[in-house]
């Protein structure tokens, strides 16, 4: 099995990178906040006013104040600084159409990111789930928001499930901002999605607890063509994997990607991870992963987006750690190995509580190792 894969991955590892191309020109090209030159300073403005609102307010922003950016940003065709505005143009566009809405659901989301409509609704406090109908060779993903603000609700983190078939999708999570950074957030919520291999129903559950009884999160399903994947999700975008010892799983990352989530290091192809929010001009670092799982850091500006003549691989591919939590196994070995472990892990409770008792109080390296050394012998 592992010459066929590393052949495919060879011929096909470079469908997916879109991202990184994004990552270039709209986080450390030379529009990035340069003192003194880069940035249309009223242009830049316009977006300072228009994140200045969005957090001090839950009305949405006048409609021609982010027409007006937005065909300003337009104007400015393929500069840097376009490169640099689109993504919060695109942003602004969104959040603009989920709060203008009211209660209802926007109609403009699907068309303002390039795809078409599949799935849409209400999910009300309690057990709910969306459920979609995916083709192969399309991507989709879900955009939410409440009803009605409400600041102690928390970002949920949905997982799509294909029961008995979760290797024909690959899933993703995208964000509406760099982690370390809330001003530029757009205050949008997690955007999870998965492209999809053949042809499926896909479903996600949630379980909701909203503060009162006509609060509501509702949701969207945006569907596009792979070849259409919007740059806007791809710009904070990354895979993920429920099942990290699923290797048909783990295989489908790199031989048929999610758009934009492969970029080449030298000649080595590497799954792109975290992306940290440039600052002051100055370039960007991420975190990736390679195809032995090993991760990494590396400087944008050392990647490339288009596959070289040679793709080089570790040949002693070896998966991610496996999971421990049956919930998260997709597969039958998978399923028996995190159950063993919760098995292991309630004859040993006692002793791992007090391995980590040990370590808060340790005042020494030698201490910790020792603890460390404990905990490794029970497992």
């Not at 104040?65 to 065909?71: F, N, R």
């Not at 909701?208 to 791809?234: C, H, I, M, Q, W």
């Not at 790199?254 to 940290?276: C, K, N, Q």
């Amino acid at each position: 099995m592992r010459p066929l894969f590393l052949f495919s991955l060879i011929t096909l590892v470079g469908c997916g990178s879109l991202r990184f191309e994004t990552h270039v020109g709209q986080g450390s090209g030379p529009g990035m906040r340069r003192q003194g030159r880069g940035l249309v300073s009223g242009l830049d403005q316009q977006r300072v006013a228009l994140l200045n609102h969005l957090h001090k307010s839950d009305d949405a922003p006048e409609k021609e104040t982010v027409d007006s950016y937005v065909k300003a940003v337009t104007d400015l065709g393929d500069s840097p600084e376009a490169a640099y505005h689109r993504y919060f143009a695109t942003g602004f566009q969104l959040a603009y159409a989920w709060r203008a809405a009211g209660e209802g659901i926007p109609k403009e989301i699907s068309s303002i990111l390039g795809g078409t409509t599949v799935a849409e609704g209400v999910l009300h406090s309690g057990k709910g789930g969306v459920s979609v109908q995916a083709h192969g060779g399309r991507c989709y993903t879900l955009f939410t928001q409440l009803k009605r603000p409400d600041r102690s609700f928390e970002s949920l983190h949905y997982q799509w499930h294909v029961p008995g078939k979760e290797n024909v999708i690959q899933r993703y999570y995208s964000f509406s901002r760099a982690a370390f950074n809330d001003g530029d957030d757009l205050h949008l919520e997690t955007m999870p999605g998965f492209c999809a291999s053949a042809d499926v129903e896909v479903s996600t559950s949630v379980n909701l607890k909203l503060s009162g009884s006509k609060n509501g999160l509702r949701y969207v399903v945006v569907e596009y063509p792979r070849d259409k994947f919007p740059l806007f999700t791809a710009m904070y975008m990354h895979s993920t994997y429920p099942d990290a010892c699923n290797a048909e799983a783990w295989a489908s990352l790199w031989t048929d990607p999610v758009p934009g989530s492969i970029a080449y290091l030298g000649s080595e192809p590497v799954l792109l991870r975290d992306v940290d929010h440039p600052r002051n001009g100055s370039g960007t670092w991420l975190t990736y992963e390679d195809i032995s799982a090993n991760e990494g850091r590396a400087y944008v500006r050392k990647l490339v987006d288009q596959p070289p003549s040679k793709v080089r691989t570790n040949v002693k591919t070896r998966m991610p750690r496996c999971t421990k939590d049956p919930e998260h196994a997709t597969t039958p070995l998978t399923k028996q190995y995190a159950q063993c472990w919760q098995r292991v892990g309630g004859r040993y409770s006692g002793r791992y509580r007090a391995i980590n008792a040990q370590k808060a109080k340790a005042v020494t390296f030698e201490a910790v190792d020792a603890a460390k050394r404990e905990e490794a012998h029970i497992e």
